[in-house]
């Protein structure tokens, strides 16, 4: 079964409370990294969270949030291993996986509503990766470049 981990700031933490739920709504495990209540936090600390929790295998996907989603994204992907990818939508979500096998997603608390944020995890768990001719671009992501 697929563990999803979730990871928010204190701008976050309200959203990222909703997606838990649905999350475990849809039959998926999920593992709570916080924060759970409004004290501020630094955005990258949360997202060294999760990106230790993909790395040594405690989740296989993840979402991570804050006020904008830009701040946090940029710091989960400094990590070799993360491709995280800041969805606005249904659309920008459902590519993120097609085309990039994105394994986080990251939402703006402050720029997306919450029916928005639902809808954007739902394309994101339910589209597989599409491979062909984007494996070879992900690929050179996590620093394993394919011969042209």
Sequence with gaps: MTTIA?????AGFRLKDELVALAREKGYEVLDLGVNDGTSVDY???ADALALALADGRAQLGVIIC?????????AN???HIRAALCHDVTTARLARLHNDANVLALGARTLGPAVARDCLEAFLATPFEGGRHARRVAKLSGSPQPA
């Design 6 to 10: 979730f990871s928010a700031d204190h």
């Design 44 to 46: 990258p600390d949360m």
């Design 67 to 75: 006020g904008s989603g830009i701040g946090i994204s940029i710091a």
């Design 78 to 80: 400094r990590h070799r």
